[in-house]
């Protein structure tokens, strides 16, 4: 063997060896208690760079070439409150992609993650205060390159079980209430439990929070994107997305599609997402800001809605049947207020087919509905049965067919502008009721039903109709026609102003009435109290 050929192989046994005492420390670093600690502070000080507040790391375990482990994390924010809290995280990842200087890790499997966001009284979020906004470079600043170490950070497989994530944000009932109207709205609303508000002592001043909750969240990403200069904001790319939300109540299921963050936004593109008895499509997006509320802002279509799964929004809202509609979910400018615009809706459920549109405003003192244009085909009379929890004292048995648009508003004045609708007696065969009419109604209570001023024109109402529903009703034939205005519940309604007129066939002549007159049909007998001017 030559000279130079004993240099080459000396020289390559030195650097093997050199190699293998390099492999060996770091094997040595990583499977000892020392070395993973040393390995979880270097970590730790890196982390914290971008966080503000305390970070903590779990101990530490796995090969640390192509995968670790920690058993918890928890971040509190700068206010001493738990932001983050996490169980057993694992990831594996490529060593060549960090040499490179990408943190790309090829599996995240994260379990146990608790989340608060919270709104503080300042204005400012705790999420801001955690990870501080950077700052937007100089348009003169060069754009970052992948090769700078960090630039580009993308996780791959990611896996989280168990979520439970809550929104805190501060409350105060309608600005329009005042002195005991305000105080019991917030009797109310801190005795609900459907909303979880709470009276808290900001400054030695009493202020109120409301929180929202989301648990039970199993969530599978293919994909998440945190930074690429190429490409802006954050990407999630969602293959199942399962939660429980709390108010209002959704239990959701197999969402998937794609969320995208930039700055205080987020935008949503989601191909599928399923309620119990609902299937939908929806985009949209949530905008925030460090002195403003969340705002929403989803559009919504559904081929296939269950009336069950929207319940919530008003007890009067059947339970059964469904069909299909488009939905707009929408922040108020009172920013309290969440408005459900629907529209292209196409609903059956009890014997009844609506078409048409509302809105509907949650979250003020009363429930609003407004923009109703609805065809009825038709509205059978077990749709009030349901609304009303029962039967009625009267047996009841049609349906009606026709149209209503209103302006509407609060539900306890509902401006109803031009109702047009034909009853169809199903217990007297050729029985029908004609009429329309305006103005507004009290359906606070449904069951409860009460008109404010109502102005009903009559083109037709059958007798018999009548006679069948109450056997103390005058036997008489024949057909009322006329107009009157109407106040009171609608179970001891008076009729004030009216101006009949009945016919018996058209061999005798027309019998016409002006007076008042109060009809009662609380009980089984329908009742009355007339006074008129036979005319």
Do not use: C
């Amino acid at each position: 063997m030559g000279r130079r050929q004993l240099v080459v192989l000396l020289s390559a046994i030195v650097m093997m060896l050199i190699g293998a005492g390099v492999v060996g420390g770091i094997v040595m670093a990583t499977q000892s208690e020392g070395g993973r600690d040393w390995i979880r502070r270097q970590i730790t000080a890196q982390a914290t760079r971008g966080v503000k507040g305390k970070l903590y790391l779990g101990k530490m375990s796995g090969s640390f070439l192509t995968d670790f482990a920690i058993d918890s994390i928890s971040i509190v924010d700068p206010d001493d409150s738990m932001f983050i809290a996490t169980g057993p995280l694992h990831v594996t990842y490529d060593p060549r992609d960090l040499i490179d200087g990408r943190i790309l890790l090829r599996s995240v499997d994260l379990q146990h993650p608790f989340i608060n966001i919270r709104h503080n009284f300042d204005g400012v979020w705790n999420l801001d205060k955690v990870f501080p906004p950077s700052k937007q470079p100089s348009p003169s600043s060069p754009p970052p390159t992948r090769s700078a170490w960090g630039a580009y950070v993308l996780f791959r497989n990611v896996r989280v079980r168990d979520l439970n994530l809550q929104l805190t944000q501060p409350w105060t009932p309608n600005d329009s209430l005042k002195g005991t109207h305000r105080d019991s709205a917030i009797v109310r609303a801190l005795a609900a439990k459907d909303q979880d508000v709470r009276a808290v002592m900001v400054k030695g001043v009493r202020r109120f929070q409301q929180t929202m909750h989301w648990t039970e969240g199993n969530w599978t990403f293919t994909n998440i994107r945190f930074r690429d200069p190429l490409r802006a904001g954050r990407q999630f790319d969602l293959a199942r997305f399962d939660i429980k939300e709390s108010s209002p109540p959704f239990n959701i299921r197999n969402m998937r599609g794609h969320v995208t963050w930039r700055g205080d936004s987020i935008y949503l593109d989601i191909a599928r997402l399923e309620l119990p008895s609902s299937v939908a499509r929806v985009v949209g997006r949530l905008d925030w800001g460090s002195k403003q509320s969340l705002h929403w802002d989803l559009r919504i279509h559904s081929d296939t809605v269950g009336l069950s799964d929207l319940t919530w929004i008003a007890p009067a809202i059947p339970r059964t049947g469904g069909g299909s509609m488009d939905l707009h979910v929408k922040t108020d400018r009172d920013e309290r207020v969440m408005n459900y615009v629907i529209t292209n809706m196409n609903l059956r459920t009890t014997a009844s087919h609506m078409l048409g549109a509302m809105t509907f405003s949650v979250g003020g003192p009363v429930l609003v509905v407004r923009d109703m244009n609805l065809k009825l085909e038709p509205l059978d009379f077990a749709f009030f049965e349901g609304m009303n929890g029962g039967p009625f004292p009267q047996p009841w048995h049609g349906a009606f067919t026709g149209t209503l648009v209103a302006r509407g508003g609060p539900i306890n004045h509902l401006m109803v502008d031009a109702v047009r609708l034909t009853y169809d007696d199903r217990n007297v065969p050729g029985a029908t009721t004609v009429f329309d009419g305006s103005g507004e109604l009290d359906m606070l209570s449904p069951a409860n039903a009460k008109f404010h001023g109502f102005h009903l024109n009559l083109t037709r109402f059958d007798l018999r109709t009548a006679q069948f529903l109450s056997p103390g009703f005058p036997r008489l034939n024949g057909i009322l026609s006329g107009e009157a205005t109407l106040d009171s519940i609608w179970t001891d309604v008076r009729f004030h102003a009216a101006d009949i007129t009945h016919r018996d066939g058209d061999s005798t002549p027309p019998s016409h009435f002006k007076g008042d007159l109060r009809l009662t049909s609380s009980t089984a007998n329908v009742g009355f109290d007339v006074s008129v001017a036979a005319l």
